[in-house]
T-cell receptor, first 116, second 111 residues
Framework: NAGVTQTPKFQVLKTGQSMTLQCAQD?????MSWYRQDPGMGLRLIHY???????DQGEVPNGYNVSRSTTEDFPLRLLSAAPSQTSVYFC???????????????FGSGTRLTVV | LAKTTQPISMDSYEGQEVNITCSHN???????ITWYQQFPSQGPRFIIQ???TKVTNEVASLFIPADRKSSTLSLPRVSLSDTAVYYC????????????FGQGTELSVKP
């Protein structure tokens, strides 16, 4: 099993450009989430999904869109990149609460995004 | 929402046992307590979960008193490689998927 795979690992964007950060998991997890982590700071939840076709906003959703057409994939779209979106982005997945003994989230290795 | 509170930072020396306590006063009946470890430049790693009493795995032990309003993560005989940020989280049972991280505890292990 590959776990949670994020691509790309590094990206530099110009202000105003758009792009999609990819996230895929092969564990058949229902829950998937996107976080951003600024230098020296904690993780902040951007968007999350509790299953295919269902998404919801987290703590800092502005400037980002998500969709969940399949259980495996949860892409994050930056609509018009801004320097304030320079951060490390982590995708995570978990089994549904109550359907397994392990409630832990598995995180990807992150995408380091710089907006200039 | 089961808000958690834990110390911002802790220092220790190699070989010592480290105990990090987290308070979660309004934990709900169905909620589990989970702990994560994050090294610099890496995503968090789930290390242990528990509901009550004591849980032990190859990485750590988790002690939860009967009232479940707090929990203590115990790291036996820490080494330099245990230097990391440790997060205590209580996933919300009826708000599945919405996992909010707090500030965590930055553990520094010195030689």
């Amino acid at each position: 099993n590959a776990g949670v795979t994020q691509t790309p690992k590094f990206q530099v964007l110009k202000t105003g450009q758009s792009m999609t950060l990819q996230c895929a998991q092969d564990m058949n997890h229902e829950y998937m989430s996107w976080y951003r982590q600024d230098p020296g700071m904690g993780l902040r939840l951007i968007h999350y999904s509790v299953g295919a076709g269902i998404t919801d906003q987290g703590e800092v959703p502005n400037g980002y869109n998500v969709s969940r057409s399949t259980t495996e994939d949860f892409p994050l779209r930056l609509l018009s990149a801004a320097p304030s979106q320079t951060s490390v982005y982590f995708c995570a997945s978990s089994a549904m609460l109550g359907q397994g003994a392990n409630y832990g989230y598995t995180f990807g290795s992150g995408t380091r995004l710089t907006v200039v | 929402l089961a808000k958690t509170t834990q110390p911002i930072s802790m220092d220790s020396y190699e070989g010592q046992e480290v105990n990090i306590t987290c308070s979660h006063n309004n934990i709900a009946t169905n909620d589990y307590i989970t702990w994560y470890q994050q090294f610099p430049s890496q995503g968090p790693r789930f290390i242990i979960q528990g509901y009550k009493t004591k849980v032990t795995n190859e990485v750590a032990s988790l002690f939860i008193p009967a009232d479940r309003k707090s929990s203590t993560l115990s790291l036996p005989r820490v080494s330099l490689s245990d230097t990391a940020v440790y997060y205590c989280l209580v996933p919300i049972y009826n708000q599945g998927g919405k996992l909010i991280f707090g500030q965590g505890t930055e553990l520094s292990v010195k030689p």
